[in-house]
């Protein structure tokens, strides 16, 4: 037995156009065209199920991008775009404590030689790294490991 029917997304005409443009368009991103050929099939009326089937998704993903895009439906084209309204939800967790302006000071920082601060060591190391950053003031408190970790991330070749 047949379960309800999903609701119907309407497009009009300019819209129904920017959905293919974002799937089709080599420099989009796969998820968002993915997430543009979800809504193309909704509109065409097809149930969760069927899109699902057609494009080898899950119908859990199906269903999510129809309520996500009939969830914005009530916004205007100015407000949300085509392509914000693909794009993914913020993700959860704790804002950075680091600003961009401090990660490029210790990334300045771990370019320069360990001489030019007054170390008396020809490498850096994590500890002396994380002590130079708060010596400088860049910031307050900062572990080594956690120090080390974001030169590793950024893949600088401290000298």
Do not use: F
């Not at 609701?7 to 443009?21: N, T």
């Not at 099939?41 to 993903?61: P, Q």
């Not at 129809?66 to 084209?77: A, D, S, V």
């Not at 030689?113 to 002590?131: F, L, M, V």
């Amino acid at each position: 037995m047949p379960g309800p029917k999903p609701p119907i997304i309407e497009l009009s005409a300019a819209v129904r156009q920017e959905l293919k443009q974002v799937a089709t368009r080599h420099k989009t991103e796969q998820q968002k065209a993915q997430r543009a050929r979800i809504i193309l099939k909704a509109a065409e009326g097809k149930n969760h199920a069927e899109i699902a089937h057609e494009l080898s998704i899950s119908v859990d993903m199906a269903t999510l991008w129809r309520r996500r895009w009939l969830e914005l439906e009530p916004l205007t084209l100015e407000d949300v775009s085509v392509e914000e309204r693909l794009e993914d939800l913020p993700r959860p967790g704790a804002p950075a404590r680091l600003t961009a302006e401090q990660l490029c000071q210790i990334e300045q920082m771990a370019c320069e030689a360990p001489e030019q601060a007054g170390r008396p060591i020809s490498h850096w190391t994590n500890r002396e790294i994380a002590a130079e950053i708060m010596a400088r003031g860049i910031v307050e408190r900062i572990s080594p490991r956690h120090a080390g970790r974001l030169l590793k991330k950024g893949d600088y070749a401290p000298t």
